[in-house]
């Protein structure tokens, strides 16, 4: 437990030095502003309060900018150590791979945390000063600020795999955007592509769903915007799954940092240093 | 019991045969030096004594365990050949992580750099330090806690003479206090006079394990004898004593170790003709050379 501790300490600290938190938080917080400020625009006599509004379209941002701020925190992990030949000293330390694993990760997603607890802070601070009904939105506020934690955590730990399978920063770097790419973009698009093609045929029905809630990502949308008041301002894909219980999108997005974490530690126990 | 024992160790990369049956031991409070030519296989077969790769075949064991297991790390500091840390460290922070990562207090740091001369530079990040600078971080790094065997590759490499001076004192002590050591170094003149026992690489294949006196009278090098003539009989002097030429007053002669006084009789009954004689045994470096060259077939 020491041992994880004085990792993620050092951890943060290179990250703090590296301007990461810096980066990370101001990232967060620009993109929830512009949110916030194009979203109180005045939307008519819609039910919904304003946090309530915000955090739906909280939830469309976090499904892009979440996994990419993870990945950038973390492709560069054990690979960066190899290249600099930093590793072999610290592996005949008595420590495992599990706990130096264990402490970068809590570091970086501690990081996270910050960044994201800032960002959203901000967007719902301005919602909550124009509308006095808000308060009824905290409940998805705080729901919407766990679930991007679990899926950060799930990004961190797949990105950590990268690296150890890269072994070099570059190559876990172009690796790093082209999983982004297919699990955030490309992902969807093909689902909905497939979706249409099957014309509501047994595919729409009976596979699609868990295609869905195999991609963290998708299935972290579908629990917040199943979860939250404001589903109806939510279009697209998200329609078509209505049907999915959200126990079902709750268990996904619960078990992939696990899942994600073993993937990471079983990549970098076969690194050679 | 032994710290250290290997026995046929043998390790591939592909074609290249980095070790081939590699077995020897090192007691508590031996010091021991690896020699080898460039890719003789010496940072490979430290890096199988920590367990950081897996030899093809063999035994060893450390500190009565296996290598790589939480009880010899426990027992066991290493530095790496071309030491590297990361650059937005300062050295404090690195070593504070490190006594933390071996169960000790933080607190020690600032000691333990002082103990290597880097008590001033503490503060400052590692990526503006020197490489001698950097190496000393290592060693500082290498000395945490109470390790009963230490493995260091090319420790002096980078640092200057008096840092090497000290460098070899605190070995001293260590083994004075029990410790195992085994450290490679391509510095001959410094593993003379500061270890007990030489280990020799060639091509993967140990070559030679002896202390330096064995080796010596094992190589049975001829001894070079160094005639000076008085100016005008260099020739005749060459000539009488059936040797080489090298300038206007100096002649080479070579003799075996058990001709060394009839060789020197020869040379008094010159008388007048002889200025001085200087008896030049075979270096440190010459035996190396003896061992580790690849005999010519
Ligand atoms: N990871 C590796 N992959 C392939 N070959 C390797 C690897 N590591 C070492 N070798 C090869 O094994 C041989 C021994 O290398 P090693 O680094 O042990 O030499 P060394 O004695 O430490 O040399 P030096 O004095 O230059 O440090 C060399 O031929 C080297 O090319
Ligand atoms: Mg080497």
Redesign the pocket.
């Known amino acids: 437990m020491s041992r994880i501790l004085a990792a993620s300490t050092a951890e943060f600290r290179i990250a703090l030095r590296n301007r990461w938190v810096t980066i990370a938080v101001l990232m967060m917080a620009l993109f929830s502003l512009v949110l916030a400020a194009a979203g109180s625009a005045p939307t008519g006599d819609v039910g919904a309060d304003r946090l309530s509004v915000t955090v739906a379209s909280l939830t469309s941002l976090a499904v892009y900018l979440v996994p990419l701020l993870a990945l950038l925190m973390s492709f560069d992990a054990i690979a960066g150590e190899v290249e600099r030949g930093t590793l072999p000293l610290v592996l005949t330390y008595p420590v495992s791979r599990a706990e130096l694993l264990l402490g970068k990760f809590t570091a970086h997603l501690g990081i996270l945390a910050l960044a994201v607890i800032v960002g959203y802070g901000l967007a719902a601070a301005a919602a909550i000063a124009t509308d006095a009904r808000a308060i009824a939105g905290i409940p998805a506020l705080v729901r919407l600020v766990w679930t991007s934690l679990l899926l950060g955590a799930t990004f961190i730990a797949i990105g950590y795999a990268i690296s150890a399978l890269a072994r070099r920063p570059g190559a876990a770097a172009g690796l790093a955007v082209l999983l982004w790419l297919v699990m955030i973009v490309l992902y969807d698009l093909g689902l909905l592509a497939a979706v249409v093609a099957d014309g509501g045929g047994s595919f729409t029905t009976d596979v699609f769903p868990w295609l869905l809630l195999a991609n963290p990502a998708d299935a972290f949308r579908l629990f917040n915007l199943a979860a939250s008041e404001a589903t109806a301002a939510a279009a697209g894909i998200s329609g078509a799954a209505g049907t999915i219980p959200t126990a079902h999108s709750l268990t996904s997005i619960a078990l992939w940092p696990f899942a994600a974490l073993g993937l990471a530690l079983a990549a970098f126990r076969k690194v050679?240093p | 019991m032994q710290s250290l024992t290997l026995s046929t160790i043998t390790k591939a990369?592909?074609a290249?045969r980095?070790l081939t049956d590699v077995s020897f031991t090192v007691a508590p409070g031996e010091r021991v030096a690896l020699l080898?030519?460039?890719?003789?296989?010496?940072?490979?077969?430290m890096k199988i004594v920590l367990g950081l790769l897996r030899a093809d075949r063999g035994q060893i064991t450390v500190l009565g365990a296996v290598p790589g297991s939480n009880a010899a790390r426990t027992g066991t500091a290493y530095l790496p050949?071309n030491v590297a840390f990361h650059p937005s460290l300062t050295g404090l922070e690195q070593l504070r992580y490190y006594l933390r990562l071996r169960g000790e207090t933080p607190a020690k740091a600032i000691d333990l750099l002082e103990r290597v001369g880097l008590k001033d530079a503490a503060r400052r990040r590692i990526g503006t330090y020197s490489k001698g600078m950097r190496q000393r971080v290592g060693l500082a790094q290498a000395l945490i806690g109470t390790p009963r065997l230490l493995v260091l590759?090319?420790p002096t490499s980078g640092l200057d003479p008096v840092s090497r001076r000290e460098f070899y004192t605190i070995l001293e002590g260590l083994a004075a206090d029990g410790v195992a050591i085994l450290l490679?170094s391509?510095a001959l003149t410094e593993v003379e006079a500061k270890t007990d026992r030489i280990v020799i690489?060639r091509d993967?294949l140990l070559v030679a394990d002896d202390t330096l006196a064995n080796l010596r009278r094992k190589a049975a090098l001829p001894i070079r004898l160094q005639v000076a003539a008085r100016p005008g009989s260099a020739d005749e002097v060459a000539k009488k004593l059936a040797g080489g030429r090298r300038n206007g007053v100096v002649v080479d002669l070579l003799c075996q170790h058990d001709d060394k006084l009839a060789r020197l009789g020869d040379i008094a009954a010159l008388g007048a003709m002889i200025e001085d004689v200087e008896i030049l045994p075979p270096s440190l470096e010459d035996i190396y050379s003896h061992f580790s060259q690849r005999p010519a077939s």
């Open positions: 050679t | 990369f592909g290249v980095a080898g030519h460039n890719g003789a296989g010496k940072s490979t077969l050949e590759d090319e490679s391509h690489l993967g």
